[in-house]
């Protein structure tokens, strides 16, 4: 299974990378996170 990682700084390009990814035929797993700047888990 390869996983992608798709991460933006703002909610709208965010939304844009993940429209991008859907169309090329990506299939979301898992969902949203926010992590703090800095974590380290």
């Known amino acids: 299974v390869e996983y ?3 991460r ?3 909610l709208e390009s965010l939304e844009e990378e993940v ?5 090329d ?3 979301p797993t898992g969902g949203p ?3 703090p ?3 380290a888990g």
């Open 4 to 6: 992608r990682i798709i």
């Open 25 to 27: 035929g990506w299939v």
């Open 37 to 39: 700047f800095g974590f």
């Open 19 to 23: 429209n991008a990814a859907l169309k």
């Open 8 to 10: 933006s700084k703002t």
């Open 33 to 35: 996170m926010n992590l």
